[in-house]
Every structure is written in structure tokens, then in C-alpha cells.
């Protein structure tokens, strides 16, 4: 009770006693209470130095600050003149900025009363003891290295000191120019205007402060390509980065929409590229705009998005682009319109030789940096490229190689540090200089991936840092099919990121101290397609500010803790209102008009809550034995009123303090959702869970919903966004939880599949290694278990031991169901890939493990799905089928371990009877440990390639016209009878599609679920919009359907004569298209992404490959059985509900060589 009690006295503390109001928060700040005026005549020293000032009655009659007379030297007019400096020095640099600064505090403050409750006495009075500042003394400690104003990310030190005495005296402190800079920044910060006039104070002394930044590269994108910026628009830009100290602006310069960046010895490339001829960026142009950057303290670096996203080069050269503007876009490039480099061609090279040999030259002296893009390559471009002809990755990724090596090594020739985005390495598997910074902006584990490949890295991950995000499609469709499949014109990245959810993201979450160390920082994206000259500065501002203190203060604070909205929203209006009164058109934070009111009443409903919340803890907590023993009928009518009533309503009242909006009602008829429960039960047994699913998001007319089940809420989505933050981006906001390990204890123990945090992470650094890709492409452990198979399927079912005798000819044509031999298959593939024994499940119809085993999946499911009824689920069953299964797994365990570690350690895959679990000993020799893997290693192995496989045999007996594309592609790369590689598998495009339909209709795991570890949120679906972040509280389940999620139609392109309807098996589709990020993920996402996926990959590839050297024809009995719809049974896999029962007939070709 205590704490609780706690927690909300801290709450209403915040509101009280005075604290400076800085943005970026600085790392150490403690401040006083006293009050010190600013003089206009202030004395300011740089290095002892006097900083020189004008004198003159007119702001706009002063002589340039050249002039250096002594009576300039002590004399300050009211209104600071802008000073320019003449050259790019420590010296010049600084007393520009001083220059600014005190015209910010003297020409552009402002009186805050919207700070405060309104009559509230805030500001002080004026009386002829005023205490004055006197003097700012400005100490740089550091000489500026030639580099100090174009530095790479780390080489200048942007650390500062500012202390002022109660006294009046100021001392600012830096190592260098730059840092000084930042500390008058803060120093503006600290004043106030009086309402009396010309009187600027701060209510803040004594100060002390020493601050420097989490961060190095810290920074903004400028998309100028899409629509066009004039200069002022940038150096305006550059103005509000210098007052949030972001020190980095990417200007994305040139797109396939247009080439607005002149080159002088390639004046028709913007003359026929630009959109007009007064909207370009001369020499001149790039030279100011840098310039104006480095006095600031903001280095200008530049992108040139290359070897897609290059279209507008088209217009000039039409010879070096491939693919410009073709239709249907979405088969060729993100965004119309298309337009790429011809890989394989000489005149290209020669192009951007020459570009670069004007351009980079002249960046140089401002930049350290210069972005070559890289982004959305699409592969489909080549298969129109006269040189290539291929979207083969196998052969493009060569030629990338060679355009990145190229590209590269001019950059870093012109004394330029390349930078480029995140499929180039992780998509493309280009290997580049360590020195290389990748941009990082497609989520998930991409920084992770990148700095364990050990990438410097740039985040900009779109799901938080894209500024033009919810603001609707820019595209339009025609009537039909086209408009319906666009309705409702959202755009693809929505909702909104609002301050709140730009500053809940942390650039290193999720990564270890090593792999942060890699991290240099991030950028903010403000892509152009919606956003042009007039709403720039308020989309922008002050949403990139949030950014900034995360990146220059820290995502958590000094004792660790994540930085608190309630500490931030009042310091980001108020320093809002700074930026506004500067002249910028900055959007609106919270209702600052109103922020007494607010206060008094979330005063009132926090400590109505905290009593509430109290008196729930007592009762709860304080119930003794003998009064549950006594008053058994009693307490549980009061549990029940607790559990369905209170527990609710004080949940409730906990969301109702969260940030964040609710998702639309799952309506019920019946109290407590029992109905709802009812008809999920119901679709379930009936296998019926697909429409019961879809049922219910239609009638929410959404893709997140939430609903109230047995007092307990519940959210469903299969909104790919809410789904990519569940498993990627706020991975450690969701979990298994608890009661699913409690649940699944007794069968997986605690593997990889029932834990979370470090147990899991342990779990799977221990299997990692066994799915490296010489285990994955070997092959051979295949084979043997295939022949079998072969045989059960000729004698129409398992096999009444190994010696019996088959007439293959005689069951030619015989039906089967292959579901069944596909479960068997997989368990003994399994078993002798893990332990080295097969369990011959093919070979014998009543093989104890393979009946324990899917006895133990059985009761399993049961118990997983009772929920809190799951105790009355019987387990007698379950427990003689673990004795079973333990029992089997354990003598091989045993048997590994009597090998000493050195025995172990000296074992290697090529040695005969080497396994996966002498692998595993290799690492541990915990016996519980190897069980549990082992256990859960087995199931994912046999269901997962199991069911897949079944679905495959379902659709090809279904679609002759698939089969025979299918063994065309087999015949011809590997032929009849021979076995096929690792690369042979890879190189087989239309399995590869074969297998991707399979999976996008019937993903392995159809249905999901995750805990909320801690309150947190969803992206999207909240709000009457579905614009708004979804809060959720800590221990809410998130019920997520892969199954419904890869069916919805509008995430696909409209049917067409080229492309199949959503619920169609169609493979030729993915000759055409590609799913979004997130839009199919089969095996899940993020870092929980199924381990195993290649090896499941490369053993389904295998067995297709054989089955269809051998068969070329299918006859199809399910329509006798299903009717045509197949039936979706979701237990804890998607499997065949009615089994798949067909006949195999062999190919005369393969007969006939086989007899030889």
C-alpha cells in the first residue's frame, strides 16, 4: 500500500516548486530560487577577450561589427545586431553566437504567463534592489581542429559547463567552439521578459549545469526532391536545429520525381530534371546553405539516392535508366515515378564518375559526410534491363557489389565518409567498408542486425522518426476496384507519430553495451510527398524537438529510469513558445491556456484513484486463512465481484490516467462477453476460425479491436503495425508472460518457445549456432526418411514394420492421406537429425514416442486454450505420455553426456553419428536444459514442415497447371533421379513461390498471443480515427492472427487477369509483387523470429524436389471431403482439419530409369 501511496503523492509533486524549463534536458542541472536581471550592457569575454558590440540608436543604421574601436568595447545597444561572421573561426564563430543569443533573450522573449494557473502571481516585482548580471565569461579550454566545423560524428566535443552566482556573475566552459554554442543555447533558455517592458530576468539562480550529448550524430532529413524548398526554407530549418542542438541536416536532394541540384558540368541533368528552372540549388546555393550550417554548429551533408529512386535522370539520359515510369508501379518500385541505373552498363559508371568528379569537391569543405541512398532497389527493374534481363538476386547481387564498391571508393576519394541505408548489407548481402554508416528506417531488429555486422549506424526507424506519417495516400485511383482496394486512402507508415510516441524511442534498445556503442545516433525523415514550403515548419516542429532530447539527453535519465511525458510535455511548450516567438510557425503541444485546470483536475482523479486502488490492496492482500476457510461461499461470491467487477473498474480508472486511446468495442450481448466466448469456442471446434475472426473486424470496421472477456480485457489486431510492435518494435514491452510458461511448463519446460528475457535470450544463443547454414544445407539427413516415404505412400498409409514389402507399381494411383505420412516423416526426420535415432514412425503404424507425443500436443492444446479453466482439463493422459517422451529423450542425453567436454569439443558434423544434441552438449551439459530444447526443437521441427507440406499437397492436387510449372522447374535443374544441393533448392524460383503462397494462405502458426509486460502502447487504432495510439496496461493479452492478417484484401493489389484474388492459390503472383515489411511473416517477426525457418525452408524445398521427380500427377479426393473449402484446423498449428487425401502417380520417365 505504502508505494502505491507513494507514487501518487511523487505525482502531485510534480506540479510543485519552481524548475527551469530546458530542452534538451542537460545531464546534471541544479538551480536556485533567486532572481537575477540581464543588463543590457552585460560585459561578455571570450578567452579574456572582450566580445565587441556596436553602438548606435538604430538597430537597422549599426556599422558592421568590423569596426574595432575602443568605444565598442564596453557598450551594448538594447537590440543586438545579427552578426555575420567573416570567416569560418573559433573566434567568429562565437561571437555570432553570442550575437544570437542575446538577441534571442533581449529581441524575442516572452512573457510566460501561459505557464502558470490563471491570476497566479509569477513574476517579480521590480524595486530599486534589483540584483543584475554583470558579466558572461566564456572560456573555450580546447583549440578547434581544422575539422571542428564539418566533424564526423564524435570528433568534436560538444560538451559545455555554465554556472551563474547568485551574484550575477556567468561562466560558460568549453572544450570547443561548438560546445559553446550549445551552452549559449541553453543559457537563452534561462530568461524571461517582464510584463513591465524591457526587463529580462531569470528566477533560476544560482545555476549550475554541465551537459553533454548521449549522441554524436544528431540529426534532421530534408526531402528537397519531391517538392522543392527555397534556401530560406533550409537555413530556417537550420535555425530551430541549432536552438534543439541537432547538429546534423541530410538533405535528400534528388528523387525520380525530380533533379533540383545544378551541375555545372552537367547542366542538363537539373535543366530537364528540375520541375522548373527556378527551382534548383545552384553551386552558390549548396555552398550557403552549408556555410550558414557550420557557423551553427549544424554540418549540411547531402544524398543522392542511387541505384534506385533515380528516375529524373531519365529525362536527361534516358539511356542509363531502366524502368522509368512503368506501369504497373507497385511490380517495379515503391512509389511512381519508377526508375532505376542499368546495373551492367559502362555509360553509367562513366555518368557518375563525372557527377561526382563536379559534386563532391565542392561539399567537401563543409561536410564529412555524403549519402550514396541505396533504399528500395527493386529487383523486377533488371528483369527489363536489355543487360540483364533477371530479378535473380544470385545475379544482380554481384553487380550491387561492384556499383557500392565504385561509388564508395570516389566518396572516400574526395575525403567524404559514404553513408548509406539499410538494404544495401541486410537486404543485399554488400559488404563494405566498417567505416561505412548505414541509416537504418525499416524497424525491427535492423540495428541489431546491422551493428552485430559491425556497421556504424544512423536510426531512422519510420514506425517512430518519420515526420510525414498519417497524413493520408498522395496518389489517387480510379473508379472500381482500383478505388476500393485504396479506400479508406490511408498511407502506408500512418497513424501519426506524436511527440509522445517520437520520444518513447530509444536508438538502442534492445542492444548490448557493444553493439550501442556502434550506434552514433538518429534522424528524424520529413519526406516530401505531402509536405511542401507552407506546412514544412509545423509538421517538423516541434515533433523533431522530442527527438532531439532523446538523442542529446538520453532515453533514460542519470538513475536509468525512462524519461518521463509529465516531466516533458511543460518543458516542450514552453520552449515552444520560445521557438514561435523567434518567428517560426511551430504547431501547437498541449493546451497550455488551460493547464491550471488540467492540473486541479488530475490532481483530483489521481488521489481518488490512489485511495481506491488502497482500499482494493488491503482487501486483497490482508484476507487471512481461517477467514477464507469459514466464509468459503462468501469470499467467493466477493472474489467473483472482485475478479468481474472491482478488479475492471480499477483497471479502468488505471487507462484512464494513460496516454493514449482505446480501440474499438467488441460488442456482446451478454454480460462478462460470455457470448463472445461461446462463439469462439464454437468456431473453434467447428475449425471455423478464420471467418469467426474476420466476423468480428468487420463489424468493428477496424483492424485493432478491443473487448472485455470474463473481466478481463483483451485486444485483437491484425493490423500489421500493432503486430510489427508487438514482436519487434517495443519487443520488450511483450512477452509470453507468466501464466503461458506456467501453462506449457510441464511439456517445453523453460526453452526458447515459454520464456522471456534473460532465460529466453540464453535459450536462444544456445540454439543459434545449430542453424548456421553448413548445418542447414545439409541434406543427407533427408534422404534416407524420403525413400520410406516413397514406400508408405505406394502401400496407402504407414508401413507394418521395415521389412515389409512394397509393390510400387501396384500402388501407383493409390490413395493416401499424405497429412498423416507427412507427421510421420517429419517425427522421424527429427528424431534422427536431434538424437541420431529414428523412431520409424513411417515403418509402424503404433510407435509409442510418435502416439506420446502427439498425445502430450493434444492435452496440450486443450489446456492452452481452457484459459483460467485450464485446471479442469484432465491430465492423466498427458502425464503417462511425458513419462514416455522424457524417458526416450533422456537415454540419449545420458548416452551424449558420458563423452567428456574434450570429446565433445573434438566431435565435428562429418564424423559419423554426430547430431544436433552433441552440438547442443557442446555448450551445456545441464540435462534439463537439452531436454527442454530438445523438446521444443522437435515439435517446432515436425509440425512446422509437417502441416506446410500438407497445405502444399492440398493446393497442387487442387491446381494441376502449379504442379506441372513446379516439376518443369525441378526437371530442368536437377533432372529425374538426382539429389538436390543446397544451391540447387536456392536457385529454384518457382518452389521458392510455391512455398510463399503455401505460407501466405496458411501460415504455421495461425493465431498468437503476447503479455504486456508493462503498461505501454499500440502505434495505431485508437481514437475515433483509428489515428491514435492504443494504451495498454501491463498483464493485457494482444491477440494477434498472422492467418486473418495475410488474407486481408487491402493489402494487396486489386485483382486482376495478372493478379489472383487474396484467398486463391496463385505462386505466379510473386513473379509480380512483393508483401510490404510485415505484411507476411509466416514464422512471426523481430527478434522471436522463428529460429529454425531455413532449415524448415530448405526440408519442405527437399521434399517437393523428390516427390516431383518422381510424380507428376496428383488426383484430388478432398473435394469428396471438404467440398472444395479447405478446413482450417488452428490448435497450436494450422493443419489440414480433414487430412489431405490424394494419389500419387509416377512419371513414366522416373519408372523407367528407376527399373534400370
Not at 498427458?878 to 529423450?889: C, P, Q
Request: overall charge neutral; proline content about 6%.
Amino acid at each position: 500500500m505504502l508505494p502505491t501511496l507513494f507514487s501518487c503523492l511523487s505525482l502531485i509533486l510534480l506540479a510543485v516548486g519552481p524548475a527551469a524549463a530546458i530542452w534538451p534536458a542537460p545531464q546534471s542541472f541544479t538551480n536556485g530560487t533567486s532572481v537575477l536581471y540581464l543588463h543590457q550592457n552585460i560585459k561578455v569575454t571570450y578567452n579574456g577577450e572582450n566580445v565587441c558590440w556596436p553602438s548606435c540608436s538604430s538597430l537597422h543604421t549599426c556599422p558592421m561589427q568590423g569596426q574595432r574601436t575602443e568605444q565598442y568595447l564596453y557598450q551594448q545597444i538594447q537590440y543586438t545586431y545579427g552578426y555575420v561572421p567573416r570567416t569560418l573561426t573559433s573566434k567568429e564563430v562565437v561571437q555570432a553566437g553570442v550575437s544570437r543569443a542575446l538577441t534571442g533573450i533581449l529581441n524575442s522573449n516572452f512573457v510566460p504567463w501561459k505557464l502558470h494557473k490563471p491570476g497566479a502571481d509569477f513574476e517579480p516585482h521590480l524595486s530599486k534592489g534589483q540584483k543584475w548580471l554583470q558579466t558572461l565569461q566564456i572560456v573555450q579550454t580546447g583549440k578547434d581542429e581544422p575539422s571542428a566545423f564539418k566533424p564526423l560524428a564524435g570528433e568534436v566535443d560538444e560538451s559545455y559547463n555554465l554556472t551563474m552566482s547568485a551574484e550575477g556573475d556567468v561562466k560558460l566552459t568549453a572544450v570547443s567552439s561548438i560546445g559553446v554554442l550549445r551552452g549559449l543555447e541553453t543559457f537563452t533558455q534561462l530568461f524571461y521578459q517582464h510584463s513591465k517592458g524591457n526587463f529580462w530576468y531569470t528566477p533560476y539562480a544560482p545555476v549550475s549545469i554541465q551537459d553533454a550529448p548521449k549522441f554524436p550524430h544528431r540529426g534532421v532529413m530534408m526531402d528537397t526532391a519531391r517538392h522543392f524548398f527555397p534556401v530560406s526554407d533550409i537555413l530556417r530549418t537550420i535555425d530551430a536545429m541549432a536552438w534543439n542542438k541537432l547538429n546534423r541536416l541530410h538533405i535528400h536532394v534528388t528523387d525520380s520525381q525530380s533533379w533540383p541540384l545544378v551541375i555545372p558540368s552537367m547542366p542538363e541533368v537539373s535543366e530537364k530534371g528540375a520541375y522548373h528552372s527556378s527551382q534548383t540549388y545552384s553551386p552558390a546555393d549548396v555552398e550557403k546553405i552549408q556555410q550558414y550550417g557550420a557557423e551553427r554548429g549544424v554540418e549540411v551533408y547531402f544524398e543522392i539516392d542511387m541505384p534506385g529512386h533515380i528516375g529524373s535522370v531519365s529525362l536527361s539520359h534516358p539511356e542509363l535508366i531502366v524502368a522509368y515510369n512503368v506501369q504497373p508501379y507497385y511490380w517495379y518500385c515503391a512509389q511512381p515515378p519508377c526508375g532505376a541505373f542499368k546495373l551492367n552498363n559502362t555509360a553509367v559508371d562513366a555518368f557518375l564518375e563525372k557527377l561526382f568528379d563536379d559534386v563532391l569537391p565542392r561539399v567537401a569543405p563543409y561536410a564529412a559526410y555524403f549519402h550514396t541512398g541505396g533504399d528500395e532497389l527493386n529487383a523486377n527493374d533488371s528483369m527489363l534491363d536489355e543487360g540483364i534481363r533477371s530479378n535473380d538476386s544470385a545475379v544482380l547481387q554481384p553487380l550491387l557489389q561492384k556499383f557500392i564498391d565504385t561509388q564508395h571508393a570516389r566518396v572516400k576519394k574526395a575525403g567524404l565518409t559514404p553513408i548509406t541505408w539499410e538494404e544495401i548489407p541486410l537486404d543485399w548481402n554488400i559488404t563494405m567498408d566498417k567505416n561505412t554508416v548505414v541509416q537504418s528506417w525499416l524497424g525491427g531488429d535492423s540495428v541489431k542486425k546491422l551493428t552485430g555486422l559491425g556497421y556504424k549506424v544512423i536510426d531512422s526507424n519510420y514506425n517512430f522518426w518519420y515526420l510525414d506519417c498519417g497524413r493520408g495516400q498522395w496518389l489517387n485511383w480510379a473508379n472500381g476496384a482500383a478505388f476500393q482496394t485504396g479506400y479508406p486512402f490511408n498511407d502506408w507508415c500512418g497513424p501519426t507519430k506524436s511527440w509522445q510516441l517520437i520520444y518513447s524511442h530509444d536508438p538502442t534498445a534492445n542492444l548490448t553495451a557493444e553493439e550501442a556503442k556502434l550506434v552514433l545516433g538518429g534522424e528524424v525523415a520529413a519526406w516530401s510527398e505531402t509536405i511542401d514550403s507552407a506546412n514544412f515548419d509545423s509538421l517538423v516542429w516541434p515533433r523533431a524537438s522530442a527527438a532531439g532530447e532523446v538523442l542529446w539527453s538520453g532515453r533514460q535519465d542519470a538513475a536509468g529510469q525512462n524519461r518521463s511525458l509529465m516531466d516533458a510535455a511543460p518543458r516542450l511548450n514552453e520552449f515552444r513558445e520560445r521557438m514561435v516567438l523567434k518567428g517560426r510557425s511551430f504547431a501547437p503541444g498541449s493546451c497550455l491556456g488551460t493547464s491550471g485546470a488540467s492540473l486541479r483536475s488530475r490532481d483530483a482523479f489521481t488521489q481518488t484513484g490512489c485511495l481506491t486502488m488502497g482500499l482494493v490492496e488491503i482487501l486483497v492482500e490482508h484476507v487471512s486463512v481461517k477467514s477464507v476457510l469459514a466464509l468459503v461461499p462468501g469470499l467467493l461470491v466477493a472474489y467473483m465481484f472482485v475478479a468481474l467487477v472491482v478488479r475492471p473498474q480499477w483497471k479502468e480508472m488505471k487507462l484512464a490516467r494513460m496516454p493514449g486511446a482505446r480501440a474499438p468495442k467488441i460488442k456482446s450481448r451478454v454480460p462478462f462477453g460470455l457470448d463472445f466466448i461461446y462463439e469462439g469456442i464454437r468456431a473453434t471446434m467447428a475449425y471455423d476460425n478464420l471467418e469467426f475472426w474476420r466476423k468480428m473486424f468487420r463489424d468493428i470496421k477496424a483492424e485493432t479491436g478491443e473487448g472485455s472477456l470474463a473481466g478481463r480485457r483483451i485486444v485483437f489486431t491484425i493490423d500489421p503495425e500493432n503486430i510489427k510492435a508487438i514482436l519487434a518494435t517495443q519487443f520488450s514491452d511483450y512477452g509470453k508472460g507468466e501464466p503461458f510458461h506456467r501453462e506449457w511448463k510441464a511439456f517445453l519446460g523453460d526453452s526458447i518457445f515459454t520464456t522471456d528475457g534473460a532465460l529466453w535470450h540464453d535459450s536462444r544463443q544456445l540454439l543459434r549456432p545449430q542453424f548456421i547454414k553448413d548445418r542447414v544445407s545439409d541434406l543427407h539427413v533427408f534422404e534416407s526418411h524420403i525413400q520410406t516415404l516413397f514406400r508408405a505412400i505406394a502401400n496407402g498409409g504407414a508401413l507394418n514394420g521395415e521389412n515389409q514389402p512394397v509393390d510400387i507399381e501396384a500402388g501407383n494411383g493409390k490413395p493416401v492421406d499424405i497429412c498423416d505420412l507427412f507427421f510421420r516423416y517429419t517425427l522421424d526426420a527429427a528424431t534422427d537429425f536431434l538424437l541420431g535415432y529414428d523412431v520409424k514412425s513411417l515403418s509402424n503404424p503404433r510407435q509409442e514416442f510418435a502416439e506420446a507425443f502427439a498425445e502430450a500436443q493434444r492435452v496440450q492444446s486443450l489446456v492452452s486454450r481452457a484459459g483460467a479453466l485450464n485446471q479442469l482439463v484432465p491430465r492423466g493422459t498427458f502425464r503417462r505420455a511425458m513419462g514416455v517422451i522424457n524417458n526416450f529423450i533422456n537415454q540419449y542425453i545420458e548416452r551424449t553426456l558420458r563423452l567428456s567436454p574434450e570429446e565433445l569439443a573434438g566431435k565435428t558434423k562429418s564424423d559419423a553419428g554426430y547430431t544436433f544434441l552433441h552440438a547442443l552438449a557442446g555448450y551445456t551439459r545441464d540435462r534439463q536444459v537439452l531436454r527442454d530444447q530438445l523438446i521444443a526443437v522437435l515439435l517446432a521441427g515436425r509440425d512446422t514442415t509437417a502441416c506446410t507440406l500438407s497445405w502444399t499437397i492440398y493446393e497442387l492436387a487442387r491446381h494441376p497447371e502449379a504442379l506441372a510449372k513446379l516439376r518443369a522447374e525441378i526437371l530442368s535443374v536437377v533432372g529425374p533421379t538426382r539429389a538436390p544441393t543446397y544451391e540447387d533448392l536456392k536457385s529454384m524460383k518457382y518452389l521458392q513461390n510455391v512455398m510463399n503462397e503455401t505460407l501466405r494462405l496458411y501460415p504455421v502458426v495461425p493465431f498468437n498471443v503476447r503479455l504486456a509486460l508493462k503498461d505501454t502502447t499500440l502505434p495505431r487504432g485508437g481514437g475515433p480515427d483509428g489515428s491514435q495510439p492504443i494504451k495498454v496496461l501491463k498483464d493485457t493479452p494482444v491477440a494477434y492472427s498472422t492467418l486473418v492478417m495475410q488474407r486481408r484484401p487491402d493489402l494487396y493489389p486489386p485483382p486482376s487477369a495478372d493478379f489472383a484474388p487474396v484467398d486463391q492459390f496463385s505462386p505466379d503472383r510473386w513473379f509480380r509483387w512483393q508483401p510490404k515489411p510485415w505484411h507476411y511473416i509466416p514464422f512471426n517477426g523481430g527478434p522471436r523470429i522463428c529460429i529454425g525457418q531455413q532449415f524448415a525452408l530448405t526440408e519442405m524445398a527437399y521434399v517437393l524436389t523428390r516427390l516431383f521427380q518422381r510424380y507428376d500427377r496428383i488426383d484430388n479426393y478432398m473435394g469428396e471431403i471438404d467440398g472444395g473449402k479447405p478446413t482450417l484446423r488452428a490448435e497450436i498449428v494450422l493443419q489440414p482439419g480433414d487430412g489431405v487425401k490424394v494419389a500419387f502417380w509416377e512419371a513414366r520417365r522416373t519408372t523407367a530409369t528407376r527399373e534400370k
